[in-house]
């Protein structure tokens, strides 16, 4: 066994020979300190990727179910599907009617418009037609006034429901409920205003939206507006059996023959799931190559660096195996030595990602956790306890005779 | 090494038993410093074999011979062979961290070790900071740190003047008497005085083993050594 007294001195020879060596050692770290950086960015992109995409992927709602034209991120011929028929408000109506599995069903369009009120004018915001029943299905809560009501729907009353930033900028100081604003030059009354919603992770600010009833669209800013069904199924374990009764309403309501494929599509949250699996799986493995690679080099520099303390150090090596020192207490020392130079280019590599990711943070909120410190500490030690394994075992095995003759 | 086979020591046959004072002289070059490697399991003869304490050196792996240089022996080296960077205590303390002595009780033996040499006021400096004598005292205290039974000391008085060498000499008497074995390496024959027996080398080969002029003469008496049979 290696005592307490050895391991001691085992640390004092280490740190010592880094202090004699600081600008040697530091030079060949940079493979190893660039291998930190990556690797604590990548995580903490991943990390950050996947608090966002938590939060978003909740807006969507697991026991949803989305009938629209297109498939979502599918590689579908665009030629072949961008002529298929729009959804109807009849097949809408028609599907709330018949689907027995669905809790309640929801028709939305939307589109991209400018919004005033007073001199103000809001650009790019998102304007949605939405019924009754859509704030259950969407699981939104309202922050002030309230929801739709089904007769406002059927008569397409000019009423509206404010996005959360909406609101804040229009009426900073003052109730927005029962003033009108104005899409597209035509007025709607103010009757709600949405709680706080965030941004979607693709950075889509969802507070900036204005919700219409959807009844509107048609006659205010659309020859045929394209419509989506979003259907909440009743118990979320037949999400599958509720697919396929929906594929069959469908179906039939546009009278597709049976054989020929379906001219819409039934999305689901698992796509965006799998589409984010994608993105994070080839952040992952693009980070971990250039992670790889340049700890391989580094590493190599490692070993070098080590060569030449033990080839500097052969006489004394020698004088401590005459004086008792055994084999491992000498491989104990240089491994030592080398994991404290790639524990430094650790620590200097966490030092240097850490304000990237702040920079990372600007853009979604990801932060480098104390876990990812941690791997990345172990990952340096382990690569210089790899890179110095063969100076060290050759530096053990050193006759202590022959040790004794070097200068 | 040049191609041509050097042959340091050849038919060299010697038993020495415990508790001898022995004094091994010869001109530069004669491998002596070559015999007592051997002597401390630093080295392995080519050929032929070396017992210790009745086993064979050659049998023992590295860590045991290791834990035998660390404990049985201690070893002053020719040339002192001290570390340059570490001052004179810690490079007494060497031997006893090795041997896993605990810190408190290490420093304590090593400072009076070192105060054996008369270096208590010498501790904190590096080698290079200490004279020639110094250097050899530190290495002496460092062979001795640790109690050893068998003492190899190559040309231990070269660079001292003959006071302090007649004070290094007076220690292994004291520690011949208390039944150590004592190999000295000298060129001087009044240090091969204090031993018992004289091994005379010559290019290699044992040319003189014979008992001190002194224990020839009157074998009873002679500074108050009172020397083990020979084994
Ligand atoms: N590694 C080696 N390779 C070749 N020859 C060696 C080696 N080591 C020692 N020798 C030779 O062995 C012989 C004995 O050397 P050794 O060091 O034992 O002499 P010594 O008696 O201690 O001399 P000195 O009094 O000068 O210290 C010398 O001729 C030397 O050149
Ligand atoms: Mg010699």
């Given at each position: 066994?290696i005592?307490?007294?050895e ?5 004092l020879?280490a740190v ?7 600008l040697?050692?530091g030079?060949?770290?940079l493979g ?24 978003s ?6 026991d949803?179910l ?5 498939a ?44 005033t ?6 650009r790019g915001?998102?304007i949605?037609g ?14 002030k ?10 008569s ?21 409920l029962?003033h009108?604003v ?20 693709t ?11 959807v009844?509107?669209f ?16 009743k ?14 309403i ?10 020929l ?14 589409f ?54 000498i491989l ?8 404290l ?40 030690v ?7 394994f063969i100076?060290?075992?050759r ?5 202590p ?7 | ?23 091994i ?12 490697n051997?002597?401390g ?12 304490n ?6 023992l792996?590295d ?12 070893f002053?080296?020719q040339s002192?062979n ?20 605990a ?12 105060a ?5 006021n010498r ?5 290079n900071?200490l004279?020639?004598g110094?250097?050899q ?8 740190v ?7 000391a190559?040309?231990?008085t ?25 190999i ?11 031993a018992?027996r ?13 008992l001190?002029?002194?224990?020839r003469?009157?074998p009873?008496?002679?500074g108050?050594?009172?020397p083990?049979?020979?084994?």
């Amino acid at each position: 066994m290696i005592t307490t007294s050895e391991l001691r001195e085992t640390f004092l020879i280490a740190v010592a020979a880094l202090r004699a060596n600081v600008l040697r050692s530091g030079l060949t770290t940079l493979g190893v300190v660039i291998g930190i950086v990556t690797v604590t960015l990548m995580g903490t992109a991943i990390n950050g990727l996947n608090n966002a995409f938590q939060k978003s992927i909740a807006t969507l709602g697991s026991d949803t179910l989305f009938i629209q034209r297109f498939a979502w991120f599918s590689n579908d011929d665009w030629r072949v599907v961008r002529n298929r028929r729009p959804m109807t408000m009849q097949n809408a109506r028609d599907v709330e009617r018949m689907a027995t599995l669905a809790a309640a069903v929801s028709v939305e369009s939307n589109f991209g418009g400018t919004v005033t009120y007073d001199k103000k004018k809001a650009r790019g915001v998102w304007i949605m037609g939405n019924t009754d029943r859509s704030i259950d299905v969407r699981g939104l809560s309202i922050a002030k006034g309230r929801w739709f009501s089904p007769a406002e729907i059927s008569s397409a009353r000019n009423v509206c429901v404010l996005g959360n930033y909406l609101a804040e900028r229009f009426f900073p100081n003052q109730s927005p409920l029962g003033h009108r604003v104005k899409v597209n030059e035509i007025q709607y009354e103010v009757v709600g205003v949405i709680d706080k919603m965030g941004t979607f992770f693709t950075g889509f600010n969802m507070d900036n939206q204005i919700v219409i009833p959807v009844t509107r669209f048609e006659g205010d800013f659309q020859e045929r507006p394209d419509y989506q069904i979003i259907v909440k199924v009743k118990d979320v374990t037949r999400l599958d059996d509720a697919e396929e009764e929906l594929r069959g309403i469908m179906r039939k309501l546009r009278r597709i023959e049976p054989g020929l494929p379906d001219d819409f599509a039934i999305n689901r949250q698992e796509a965006f799931l799998n589409f984010f699996r994608a993105v994070g799986g080839t952040i992952a493995a693009v980070g971990l190559f250039i992670t790889s690679l340049s700890l391989f080099v580094g590493g190599i520099g490692i070993m070098n660096i080590m060569f030449v303390s033990v080839a500097e150090r052969t006489k004394e090596i020698g004088i401590r195996k005459a004086i008792g020192a055994k084999r491992r207490s000498i491989l104990l020392q240089f491994l030592v030595e080398a994991a404290l130079i790639t524990l430094f280019a650790g620590i200097l590599g966490i030092l240097v990602a850490w304000p990237l990711t702040l920079v990372i943070n600007q853009f979604m909120a990801a932060q480098m956790s104390w876990w990812l410190v941690a791997i990345a500490l172990l990952v340096s030690v382990l690569t210089g306890v790899i890179a110095g394994f063969i100076p060290a075992w050759r530096a053990s095995n050193l006759d202590p005779v022959e040790a004794l003759r070097a200068e | 090494m040049g191609s041509e086979v050097v042959h340091a020591l050849r038919g060299v046959s010697l038993d020495i038993g415990k508790g001898e004072y022995v004094a091994i002289m010869g001109p530069s070059g004669s491998g002596k410093s070559t015999l007592m490697n051997l002597l401390g399991c630093l080295d392995t003869p080519s050929e032929g074999e070396f017992l210790l304490n009745d086993k064979n050196v050659a049998t023992l792996n590295d860590n045991q011979l290791a834990e035998i240089r660390n404990r049985e022996i201690g070893f002053v080296f020719q040339s002192f062979n001290l570390l340059p960077r570490s001052d004179a205590l810690h490079n007494v303390e060497l031997p006893l961290i090795y041997s896993g002595v605990a810190k408190g009780e290490r420093r304590e033996m090593a400072r009076s070790a070192l105060a054996h040499v008369g270096l208590e006021n010498r501790m904190h400096h590096r080698p290079n900071e200490l004279s020639g004598g110094q250097r050899q005292r530190v290495a002496i205290a460092r062979a001795l740190v640790n109690n050893p039974s068998i003492v190899l000391a190559d040309e231990p008085t070269g660079n001292l003047d003959s006071r302090t060498g007649e004070e290094i000499l007076a220690l292994f008497d004291q520690l011949s008497r208390k039944g150590n074995t004592i190999i000295v390496v000298t060129h001087e024959e009044e240090v091969a005085l204090h031993a018992r027996r004289v091994i005379r080398l010559r290019d290699g080969l044992i040319a003189v083993d014979e008992l001190n002029i002194r224990y020839r003469t009157a074998p009873t008496v002679g500074g108050g050594i009172s020397p083990p049979p020979i084994a």
